[in-house]
């Protein structure tokens, strides 16, 4: 029984240490007592070909942006390496700074499926609880009435796309502030649905 184990241990660390590196850009990460979360060329590490960004988050933060333009891919960034520097010691990533343990929360789409009046004023309720929590809490949201509703409690950052001739093309760069766009409309007549 004692050599299975040991023989597991070793398979675990032989997985991890391979995982480690297969990463093109990685870190160690570093914890702190400060409630922020610093990130330079951070990346998801499961992508094939991944955009990587930097970023110092200090406050609760937005995330917006129109459809594909990678908020949700952001966020799942940040949470996978989040979890893999508390697990593996490992980041995909430059640098990676973050609190430890239960100190950040990462929602994706909050409360996606309910129906759009109910699903703006509940949000903003439990995001207004959780800034009041001891935590760091990121949320992707394409409700953009959240970023004037949760003003002062929530820091602004989203992502973009750029529409032109060749279609709608995305660079998945994060930008301060709220998104100001969106490209629902545009991504049905690139696909060639009637203006009628």
């Known amino acids: 029984e004692h050599q299975c184990m040991l023989l597991g241990e070793t398979e675990l660390a032989i997985a991890a240490l391979s995982f480690r590196e297969s990463l093109p850009l990685r870190c160690t990460p570093e914890f702190t007592s400060e409630m922020?979360?610093?990130?330079?060329?951070?990346?998801?590490?499961?992508?094939?070909?991944?955009?990587?960004?930097?970023?110092?988050?200090?406050?609760h933060t937005l995330f917006t942006g129109s459809?594909?333009?990678?908020?949700?891919?952001?966020?799942?960034?940040?949470a996978v390496n989040a979890i893999l520097a508390q697990t593996l010691g490992v980041c995909a990533a430059r640098a990676f700074t973050l609190p430890r343990a239960l100190a950040v929360c990462f929602i994706d789409e909050i409360l996606k499926g309910t129906?759009?009046?109910e699903r703006i004023a509940a949000s903003a309720a439990v995001?207004?609880?959780l800034a009041g929590c001891r935590c760091l809490c990121f949320v992707a949201t394409h409700d953009r009435e959240l970023t004037e509703m949760l003003a002062g409690l929530y820091e602004n950052r989203h992502f973009s796309e750029q529409v032109g001739p060749e279609?709608?093309?995305?660079?998945?760069?994060?930008?301060?502030?709220?998104?100001?766009?969106?490209?629902?409309?545009?991504?049905?007549?690139?696909?060639?649905?009637?203006?009628?």
């Open 115 to 117: 129906n759009t009046v």
């Open 127 to 129: 995001l207004r609880h």
């Open 67 to 78: 459809n594909a333009s990678g908020k949700s891919t952001f966020i799942k960034a940040l």
């Open 36 to 59: 922020a979360l610093v990130c330079d060329e951070l990346y998801h590490p499961l992508l094939e070909t991944p955009v990587a960004n930097s970023a110092v988050f200090r406050r």
């Open 167 to 196: 279609g709608v093309t995305f660079d998945y760069l994060l930008r301060e502030g709220p998104a100001h766009t969106r490209n629902a409309i545009a991504l049905l007549a690139q696909l060639g649905f009637p203006a009628k």
